[in-house]
T-cell receptor, first 113, second 115 residues
Framework: GENVEQHPSTLSVQEGDSAVIKCTYSDSASNYFPWYKQELGKGPQLIIDIRSNVGEKKDQRIAVTLNKTAKHFSLHITETQPEDSAVYFCAATSRGSARQLTFGSGTQLTVLP | KAGVTQTPRYLIKTRGQQVTLSCSPISGHRSVSWYQQTPGQGLQFLFEYFSETQRNKGNFPGRFSGRQFSNSRSEMNVSTLELGDSALYLC??????????????FGNGTRLTVT
C-alpha cells in the first residue's frame, strides 16, 4: 500500500519568514496530493491540493510543488503569520478519488512573533 | 452552509463496552469517510460509505463497523472496546462527483477515551 513520509516533524520560524514542509510517497500510481491544516481541538482543514498533471499550484501565501519523478511534494508558506501556527498534514491517494487518503505523520509549525 | 457535525464531542467508555459515534455530512454530500487519529499511528482510514453501501475499508479489525442512512448521515460502532481504541475519530464528507473536485471536508471529531 501507499506510504507517505513527512519532514520535519516540528518547525519553528520567525513571523514573516517562509516555511517549507516536505513529503515523499511510495506508490507511483498516486495522483492526488492534498494538504491539511489542523488547529488544536479541530478537525483537519484542506488548505491546498494538487493533481499529478500539475507541477505547482499557488493560493495567495501558500504554494505546493510536485515532482512525480522523485515522488515528492512540498508545501511552501510565505510571509508566515502567528495564525499559521498549527499541525500540517500531507496526504496522497491512488484510489482514483479524494476519499481514501494516506496521511503523513504531521508537522507542528510554530510561528514566533 | 453548515459543516460536518460529529456527536458527541467527547466519550469515556470502559474496556469491553461498545460505542456508537454519529456524523452528519455537509448538505448535499453523499460520501462519508471515517478516520482514526492517534499520536502513535497518526491519521488512518477506517472506511467510506456512499449511498448506504460501504465502498472502501481500511486495515482495522471487524470490531469497527459503520453504516450510512438514506439521508447520508453515518454512524460508526466499535464493539468490545480496548484501551488502544482511545483516539480522535474523524468523519469527513465529500460530494463525490467522481473527480478530484470533491475533496474531503472533516468534522471536529469525537474524542473517545477507553479506561
Amino acid at each position: 500500500g501507499e506510504n507517505v513520509e513527512q519532514h520535519p516533524s516540528t518547525l519553528s520560524v520567525q513571523e514573516g519568514d517562509s516555511a517549507v514542509i516536505k513529503c515523499t510517497y511510495s506508490d507511483s500510481a498516486s495522483n492526488y496530493f492534498p494538504w491539511y491544516k489542523q488547529e488544536l481541538g479541530k478537525g483537519p482543514q484542506l488548505i491546498i491540493d494538487i493533481r499529478s498533471n500539475v507541477g505547482e499550484k499557488k493560493d495567495q501565501r501558500i504554494a505546493v510543488t510536485l515532482n512525480k519523478t522523485a515522488k515528492h511534494f512540498s508545501l511552501h508558506i510565505t510571509e508566515t503569520q502567528p495564525e499559521d501556527s498549527a499541525v500540517y498534514f500531507c496526504a496522497a491517494t491512488s484510489r482514483g478519488s479524494a476519499r481514501q487518503l494516506t496521511f503523513g505523520s504531521g508537522t507542528q509549525l510554530t510561528v514566533l512573533p | 452552509k453548515a459543516g460536518v457535525t460529529q456527536t458527541p464531542r467527547y466519550l469515556i467508555k470502559t474496556r469491553g463496552q461498545q460505542v456508537t459515534l454519529s456524523c452528519s455530512p455537509i448538505s448535499g454530500h453523499r460520501s462519508v469517510s471515517w478516520y482514526q487519529q492517534t499520536p502513535g499511528q497518526g491519521l488512518q482510514f477506517l472506511f467510506e460509505y456512499f449511498s448506504e453501501t460501504q465502498r472502501n475499508k481500511g486495515n482495522f479489525p471487524g470490531r469497527f463497523s459503520g453504516r450510512q442512512f438514506s439521508n447520508s448521515r453515518s454512524e460508526m460502532n466499535v464493539s468490545t472496546l480496548e484501551l488502544g481504541d482511545s483516539a480522535l475519530y474523524l468523519c469527513a464528507s465529500s460530494t463525490d462527483t467522481g473527480s478530484y473536485n470533491s475533496p474531503l471536508h472533516f468534522g471536529n471529531g469525537t474524542r473517545l477515551t477507553v479506561t
